[in-house]
Structures are given as structure tokens and as C-alpha cells.
């Protein structure tokens, strides 16, 4: 069945970086956007950042502007986020989640149906 | 980032009709479609709801959806003990240029 699949949190120090991944399977990987979205300890979800279908399009939510950089390699059927200077703040279970294509969106960039379980990030020295 | 705002719990008794609540503004529910996930610690957000009140094929029509102006509303009737779960709504922001999410409503079926 349609399935995302995370990986490469850890445990990282301030400052640090890491690179999480997001594998995708059961689907054409290449037909819709990806979505990053974090969910703090005890808090609600933020949307993290977005990229399209083919790539091209990227956008951020400004707590990780310019620190945050998605990704994706459409022949692996990989999505990517890389976090340089992380903060304590950037603790969060990361979910990769799928553009959902629909009648008004067919390039599925705006929403999300199908997410993955998450990975975890903390970040303390 | 402002979130759209859920009340953090809700409950019912078995068969019964509850509706969980998500507010937001015209830059996001008032001018944009509202989606509904289900999520149980530890496992995949599940989608319920698309386009302020489209079921998913597999979603039990149990599950409702409905928006007026920049408020929108998760109906669940026949309420049953594997519906405890959390709940959350999101709507794309214009201001944002991405996804606003409530901060979740936890139900629990007594």
C-alpha cells in the first residue's frame, strides 16, 4: 500500500546539523508536491516546508528560512530535508506527508493525504 | 506561525454525535479548503476529511465535515470506542504561502 517511510533523527547538539530522509513506495513519487511538517513536544503541528512536484518550487515557514533545505531525487523516490544550525527550539517529530491530488489541484502542492509515522529530532547538548 | 484553533478535548459516550470545533481567519478556512486527519500517538496521520466535507474512499460515513465563513467542524456520530483518537484540521494559509494546523483535539470515549 502507499507508504512514507522517515528516517535520520537523532539526538544532535545546538548548532548541529542533520539530514532527514523520507522514502516513498506504492505510488508515482514524481506526480505531486511533499510537505515537511513538525510536531513539538506537547505542542501542535507546523508546517516546516514544501516543494513541488518537480522540484522547482520550494517554499519555508520562516522559523526555519535560510536554515532549512528541502529536497527531493524523483529516481530514488526520496524527499529530503536537510536542518543546518539547528536550535532546542527544532526538537519535534518530523512527518513527511504527500501532496494530495484532486480535481483542483492536480500537481497536489496545497494539502496532504497520506503521512508517514515521523522521525525524531532533539537537539541538547 | 498562528494556528487554527481546536478546543484540546472532546468526549462521548458510545453512539453518540460529537463535533469538534476549528476556527481560523480569512487568510486561511474563510478563503481556502479545510482538511481533517485522525491521529493516534506513534502511528501515521490519517486523512478524513478533504475539501471541507469529501470522505476518502474507506473513511465510514460516520465521519462528517462542514465550513461556514472562518470556522469549520468535524461531525462524528455513532460514536465508537476506536474513534479515541486525536483529531486536527488544516486549511492552506495565503499569508503563509503553505498549511495551517489546529493544535489538535484529543477525544476520548467514556
Known amino acids: 500500500q502507499v507508504q512514507l517511510v522517515e528516517s535520520g533523527g537523532g539526538v544532535v547538539p545546538p548548532g548541529r546539523s542533520l539530514r532527514l530522509s523520507c522514502i516513498a513506495s506504492e505510488f508515482t513519487f514524481s506526480s505531486c508536491g511533499m510537505h515537511w511538517v513538525r510536531q513539538s513536544p506537547g505542542k501542535g503541528l507546523e508546517w516546516v516546508a514544501i516543494i513541488s512536484k518537480d522540484g522547482n518550487i520550494k517554499n519555508y515557514a520562516d522559523s526555519v528560512k535560510g536554515r532549512f533545505t528541502i529536497s527531493r531525487d524523483n529516481s530514488k523516490n526520496t524527499l529530503y530535508l536537510q536542518m543546518n544550525s539547528l536550535r532546542p527550539e527544532d526538537a519535534a517529530v518530523y512527518f513527511c506527508a504527500r501532496g494530495h491530488i484532486n480535481s483542483w489541484d492536480s500537481e497536489g502542492y496545497y494539502y496532504t493525504d497520506v503521512w508517514g509515522r515521523g522521525t525524531t529530532v532533539a537537539v541538547s547538548s | 506561525q498562528s494556528g487554527l484553533t481546536q478546543p484540546p478535548s472532546a468526549s462521548g459516550t458510545p453512539g453518540q454525535r460529537v463535533t469538534i470545533s476549528c476556527s481560523g481567519s480569512n487568510s486561511n478556512i474563510e478563503n481556502n479548503l479545510v482538511y481533517w486527519y485522525q491521529h493516534l500517538p506513534g502511528t501515521a496521520p490519517k486523512l478524513l476529511i478533504y475539501?471541507?466535507?469529501q470522505r476518502p474512499s474507506g473513511v465510514p460515513d460516520r465521519f462528517s465535515g462542514s465550513k461556514s465563513g472562518a470556522s469549520a467542524s468535524l461531525a462524528i456520530s455513532g460514536l465508537r470506542s476506536e474513534d479515541e483518537a486525536g483529531y486536527f484540521c488544516?486549511?492552506?494559509?495565503?499569508?503563509?504561502?503553505?498549511?495551517?494546523f489546529g493544535g489538535g483535539t484529543k477525544l476520548t470515549v467514556l
Open positions: 488544516a486549511a492552506w494559509d495565503d499569508s503563509l504561502s503553505g498549511p495551517v
Open positions: 475539501s471541507n466535507n
